[in-house]
Each structure stands twice: as C-alpha cells, then as structure tokens.
C-alpha cells in the first residue's frame, strides 16, 4: 500500500567519476510542507543501509542556506566528507540553469561549495575546527592486526588523535609502506575507546582509526593511500572527514605559516571501490588552519521515491 507521504530520493557514487567506485550515498529531498522526527530519518538512513543518508531541507526563499542532517545507520553527524560533496554535486547537476555556488548548514556550522560544470568538480570550504588532542591512543590498537602486518616493523607506541570538528574524531595511524596497508583485516578491526580522554569539551560522537601512507610527495602535491576501519561501520570506501583531518594534521605538523598544501588520498582500492578526495589547507600566519577545502565528483546512479505511511 502507498503511504501518504512520498520523498523524492537519488543515490550517488561519491569521489570518483565512474560508476561503482567510490562511497555510496542517499540523498532524501524534503520539501517545505514535509517535517520528518529525526528518529524517522534514522530509520529511513537505516533503510537505505548505507554508511551515510542526507536530508536536504528545501529553502525557504532564494537566499537562504540549505540545510542539511547526514545519519550514519546510528547516529547522526555534524559533518562528514562523502555526504557533503555529494549532496554538492547532485544539488548543482540538477538545478536548472546548473547552479556553480551553494551553501550548506550543517550541525558543525555553514560550508561555502562551489561546482564547476565543466570538471564535474565540487569543492567545499569545510567549517573547521581542528584540534590535536593531548591524549594520543595507545599501540594496542594494533594488537589484533599484528597477525596479519608484515614482520620486522618497528611500532610507535602511540598514534595521535585529531578532530576535524567537535564529534568527528579520527587516530591517524602511519603506515611503512602499501604492503603493510594492504594487509590489515577489517574484520579483526579493533574498536577506540578513548572518548573520555579526548580534551574537556571535545568528547566525540564518533571516534575512529585512520590507516595510510605516504605513496609521492613533490613540493605541489602529496599523494596518499588510506584505509579506514570501524567495527560499527566496517571498511568505508572513502572518508572525506578522516581524509581532510588527516591533511589538517600533516600541514600543522610539516607545513610552513602562510603556505597551501594539496593532497590527493585514495581510498578503497583494497575493497574495490577506489576513489580520489582531494584536500588543500592553507595555514595562516599564526600557524593555524586559515582554509580547510575538500573536493571530490560523484555519479548519479538511481533515482526514485519513497512512501512513508
């Protein structure tokens, strides 16, 4: 039986540019008659059971932000990186005339996006706030991969932990080369329990570890292999919250005030779904992060609707 109510929905590839690649996404439109319970769009991102569902809430009038929830399959996030640039993506592809600018409210404040037509490219000036905790993570978090990493590999015996915003945390863990990345075995994941060690205030709603290493470096571009590894989510194909605090953290730590950096990380590949995120992070004079950019593209891949009784 058709319910009362019915949503227009699309699902996207994100992060790449050809179909069954990247990190899948669903995309829920709700117009301005319609007003959902959050606990409604939980059950509805637990239907379409991917890592993350978006509710775009139509605009009021023509100048204001649209605002944006994003839920994982149990909670919902402040901001996360697939999501956003897929949203942008699909916002601007679909808009007639095409639209090149358009501004999102999320639960972690405003984001500037803008897409170019041409290259099919979004790129979102991400709301940072990026903090490098004083509590790092142990080296036990790599106790349940050690059966399967290469032997003869020299641990630290902490990693860092670093937040992009507050409630999207991720331990970065340096990889000594592809061979030692490849090998780790999601399923032998290890969960992080370290919320409460984060720093006062910063307490995360979803704490994960982030695997890659280094594969170029040239003075114009670092390029990136990563993983991603939860046991709530599993492996996720791409990462774009992981991917941009992973480059917030590199620049703070080699980069010189002043100075932009650019990283392409890729993602995926050892679950065949590899895609590309792109990252730029300009520091400020102060050594902070003046801009945090995350771009990506992303392919249309079903469109329907869906009934709610």
């Given at each position: 039986?058709?319910?009362?109510?019915?949503?227009?929905?699309?699902?996207?590839?994100?992060f790449t540019s050809s179909a069954f690649q990247g990190n899948q996404l669903a995309i829920v439109n709700l117009p301005g008659n319609i007003n959902l319970e959050q606990d409604t769009k939980q059950r509805i991102a637990r239907e379409f059971n991917f890592s993350e569902t978006v509710f775009i809430h139509d605009p009021t009038s023509d100048n204001e932000d649209r605002r944006v929830d994003i839920f994982t399959l149990t909670q919902e996030l402040p901001f996360a990186g697939h999501p956003v640039i897929g949203t942008l993506c699909h916002l601007c592809q679909v808009s007639?005339?095409?639209?090149?600018?358009?501004n999102l409210s999320l639960k972690a404040g405003t984001l500037v996006g803008r897409y170019d037509p041409e290259t099919r490219l979004a790129e979102a000036e991400i709301p940072h706030d990026v903090r490098l905790h004083q509590a790092r993570a142990p080296r036990d978090i790599l106790d349940c991969q050690l059966?399967?990493?290469?032997?003869?590999?020299?641990?630290?015996?902490?990693?860092?932990?670093?937040?992009?915003?507050k409630g999207m945390t991720f331990v970065l863990i340096a990889m000594p080369d592809l061979a030692a990345l490849s090998?780790?075995?999601p399923l032998n994941q290890k969960g992080v329990h370290e919320q409460d060690k984060l720093d006062e205030g910063w307490q995360s709603?979803?704490?994960a570890p982030y695997y890659y290493t280094i594969t170029e470096q040239t003075p114009s571009l670092i390029r990136i292999r990563s993983r991603m590894m939860e046991p709530t989510v599993g492996e996720d194909p791409c990462t774009g919250s992981a991917a941009s605090t992973l480059a917030a953290y590199l620049a703070l730590e080699h980069g010189q005030p002043?100075?932009?950096?650019?990283?392409?990380?890729?993602q995926g590949v050892e679950m065949g779904r590899a895609g590309e995120i792109h990252v730029k992070v300009t520091l400020g004079q102060s050594r902070g992060i003046e801009k945090l950019v995350l771009a990506g593209s992303a392919v249309l891949m079903?469109?329907?609707v869906l009934y709610l009784p």
């Open positions: 039986m058709v319910g009362s109510k019915s949503l227009k929905f699309a699902t996207l590839d994100v007639d005339p095409p639209l090149r600018k358009v059966n399967t990493l290469p032997a003869g590999n020299q641990w630290p015996n902490e990693f860092p932990v670093v937040s992009v915003v090998s780790l075995d709603s979803f704490m002043g100075r932009t950096y650019a990283y392409s990380i890729e079903t469109q329907g």
